[in-house]
């Protein structure tokens, strides 16, 4: 859910240890956060419980020897919800978004060969009621493929008694300045000295 309040700072690391290894262990990813183990997992479940994170196994398609392509669509005399939900249960697509510019829809598909990428966008997509025009995009060589990666609000991990400025600093990869027994954050330009 886009402006979801309820993910917080910790819940953004708790993702980013998963996002570096979905099968990290929970015990490893408290320590790295500072919490207990029973709060990683519960915060966990109520990530997945909330459609916020799934942890799946992401299949790389051109290793695979799949095909793999960007379409873009624009929907005349249907609404984008009708399309939409047809693209959606096309089992060689496997990413469905409504955009802004060019087109309305843009999908990602994974194919066999040439032949299955032919057979999906002309007796398939091209037959949904509603599609107007499409392009295809065949990707020959993927050069980075990320999952989705949370910009960083603040310090991805707050400054509690089990958090050591250490791994604060390389999560958040930002300087810390101790006071007295409590532990602040402070924003620095690069270059720029820090100074109490």
Do not use: N, W
Request: hydrophobic share 40%; net charge positive; with cysteine.
């Amino acid at each position: 859910m886009p402006g979801d309040a309820s993910v917080d700072d910790i819940d953004r690391a708790i993702i980013a240890e998963l996002q570096a290894d979905g099968r990290r262990p929970y015990t490893e990813i408290a320590r790295t956060v500072g919490l207990a183990e029973a709060t990683v997992r519960q915060r966990i479940r109520r990530l997945e419980r909330k459609g916020v994170i799934q942890v799946v196994a992401v299949v790389a398609p051109l290793r695979l020897g799949l095909r793999r392509v960007l379409i873009g669509v624009r929907v005349r005399g249907r609404t984008l919800t009708d399309v939409e939900g047809q693209l959606r249960v096309l089992p060689e697509v496997d990413y469905v978004g409504v955009t802004t510019g060019s087109y309305d829809l843009v999908l990602m598909a994974a194919c066999s060969d040439e032949e299955a990428v032919a057979e999906l966008v002309t007796e398939r997509i091209r037959a949904i009621p509603g599609v107007d025009s499409l392009d295809v995009v065949t990707i020959l060589r993927e050069t980075k493929d990320a999952t989705a990666t949370l910009p960083r609000s603040r310090c991805p991990v707050g400054g509690g008694p089990r958090a050591s400025a250490a791994r604060i600093r390389g999560l958040c990869g930002r300087q810390i300045v101790r006071h007295a027994a409590t532990m602040r954050f402070r924003h620095y330009a690069p270059g720029q000295p820090a100074s109490m």
